[in-house]
């Protein structure tokens, strides 16, 4: 069965740092655009970070352009997103994604790992 597992959210004053990584199970990792959501409470999903396969290119959202990082371990099928200098704003589930390479859309995604800025 083909996962997304998230981690790394938590708890965090404004101005702090996280880590959330996503590891990918079966062989939905490889040769897969991967990319980090979010869904603030009452707000549609929106897209944060995206990755070629290649790890090559990297598209941000501009409200976090900057401060977020998207990085990927195709060794160890893992996709990881750095936050660093967080708002109050940037409270929100993170969800990990996986694209369908004929539509370039996600097809899977993982249960979210939710993040809280405190100020």
């Known amino acids: ?6 981690s790394g959210g938590g708890l965090v004053q404004v101005g702090g740092s996280l880590r959330l990584s996503c590891v990918a199970s079966g ?4 040769g897969r655009t991967m990319a980090w959501y979010r869904q603030a409470l009452g707000k549609q999903r929106e897209l944060v970070a ?6 090559t290119r990297s598209d941000y959202a501009d409200s976090v352009k900057g401060r ?13 997103l750095q936050l660093n200098s967080l708002k109050p704003e940037d ?3 993170y969800y ?3 694209y ?8 899977t995604w993982g249960q ?3 993040v809280t800025v405190s100020s």
């Open 68 to 80: 977020f990082t998207i990085s990927r371990d195709n060794a160890k099928n893992t996709v990881y």
């Open 50 to 55: 995206s990755m070629n396969s290649g790890g």
């Open 100 to 107: 369908n390479i004929f539509i370039n859309r996600p097809d």
């Open 96 to 98: 990990c994604a996986a």
């Open 91 to 93: 409270t929100a589930v």
């Open 112 to 114: 979210g790992t939710q």
């Open 1 to 6: 069965q083909v996962q997304l597992v998230e």
């Open 27 to 30: 062989s939905i990792f490889t």
